[in-house]
C-alpha cells in the first residue's frame, strides 16, 4: 500500500492551494479516504473524509465552507481543495486509509505535504 501526497507549499492569507494523494496498492474504491493535519506539539486531527463513491463528506468545524474533499476512483486519487486559506492552516497534511473489506484490513498513512500559510 502507498499513498503519495503532493501539491502543498507557501501560499498568502486568502489564497488557494489544491492536494493530491495518489494511491497504490489496494482496491482504492473499496476504502473511505481521509485527510488529516497536523503541528509541530499537537496530535494530528482528521481535516476531512469522503465515503467510498463520494456520496457523503465530513469536515471538520475549522475547515466547513472552505475545504473540499473529492476523489477520482478511476485515477485511484484523492483531492483536497483549499480556498481561503488562514495562517492556522499551516501544517503538515496527511492522507490516510483505513477499513476493513472483505477481510483486508488497512491503516495507512501518506508522507505528509507541508502546507504553509503566511504573508
Known amino acids: 500500500v502507498q499513498l503519495v501526497e503532493s501539491g502543498g507549499g507557501l501560499v498568502q492569507p486568502g489564497g488557494s492551494l489544491r492536494l493530491s494523494c495518489a494511491a497504490s496498492g489496494f482496491t482504492f474504491s473499496n476504502y473511505i479516504m481521509s485527510w488529516y493535519r497536523q503541528v509541530p506539539g499537537k496530535e494530528r486531527e482528521l481535516v476531512a473524509a469522503?465515503?467510498?463513491?463520494?456520496?457523503?463528506?465530513n469536515y471538520a468545524d475549522s475547515v466547513k465552507g472552505r475545504f473540499t474533499i473529492s476523489r477520482d476512483n478511476a485515477k485511484n486519487t484523492v483531492y483536497l481543495q483549499m480556498n481561503s486559506l488562514k495562517p492556522e492552516d499551516t501544517a503538515v497534511y496527511y492522507c490516510?486509509?483505513?477499513?476493513?473489506?472483505?477481510?483486508?484490513?488497512?491503516?495507512?498513512w501518506g508522507q505528509g505535504t507541508q502546507v504553509t500559510v503566511s504573508s
Open positions: 490516510h486509509v483505513r477499513g476493513t473489506v472483505v477481510g483486508i484490513k488497512l491503516d495507512y
Open positions: 469522503i465515503t467510498t463513491a463520494g456520496g457523503v463528506t
